[in-house]
């Protein structure tokens, strides 16, 4: 199997990355640099790495993707909190633009790999895609927004055979995480929030899914 990957570089992305690559799927990792893709060489020996940045479309625009893919997991993303009377335009357009436009902007080009293997589409959303919470007015917009981008997706692309998942996980113990805990002024502890290998399992059980069903939505909380 062929997996198009955001956010394998940390996190969740690079969990799944590496159980991806551990059973002998291919990866293709998009990376924002090419010190990055060196570096997650190092980390994901085997991936292939596309080198695009997600808050530039023009970047986006020039990638070159397999000709079939049995998946594309979104799983890359940015946060600022701020109070609606205190976050500036950079803040606004760059958690848009990282969190909503590059997932579509890459669905759309990948669209016709899936399509050749009745892919999946997964899009590992947020519980701020639910609920929107005082400080997380961009960041819920942003994922707010691609619920919505995966909600129609998912209905323009059935009779194609596509798949469309948004996993919205909880508090995960990911570097985007600790940068959370440290906007709010709070203390990090780790053990406190989900793994995310917990997450890269609910994402690889979507992706293992038989073709009798499909997960439209699934939710993962910490206990």
Do not use: C, F
């Amino acid at each position: 199997m062929i997996h198009l990957l955001t956010g394998a570089g940390s996190g969740i992305g690079a969990v799944l990355a590496a159980r991806l690559l551990g059973r002998g799927d291919e990866v293709v990792a998009v990376v924002r640099s090419a010190e990055r893709a060196e570096q997650l060489a190092d980390g994901l020996p085997g991936a292939t790495t596309l080198v695009a940045d997600l808050a530039d479309p023009a970047s986006l625009a020039g990638l070159v993707l397999p000709d079939a893919l049995d998946s594309v997991v979104h799983a890359a993303g940015v946060v600022t909190l701020g109070a609606v009377a205190e976050l500036d335009a950079t803040a606004w357009t760059e958690q848009l633009q990282v969190n909503l436009v590059a997932p579509a902007l890459l669905t759309r080009l990948a669209l016709p790999a899936l399509r050749a293997r009745r892919g999946t589409v997964v899009l590992v959303n947020s519980g701020a895609g639910l609920h929107a919470h005082p400080q997380w007015s961009a960041y819920a917009a942003s994922k707010h927004g691609l619920k919505a981008l995966a909600d129609s997706l998912r209905a323009e692309e059935a009779s194609s055979g596509v798949r469309v998942t948004t996993v919205y996980p909880g508090r995960t113990a990911t570097p985007m995480q600790a940068e959370v805990h440290r906007q709010e002024g709070k203390a990090y502890d780790a053990a406190a929030w989900i793994r995310p290998e917990t997450v890269a399992d609910a994402v690889l059980h979507v992706l293992d899914l038989p073709r009798d069903a499909t997960i439209s939505d699934l939710t993962v909380r910490p206990t």
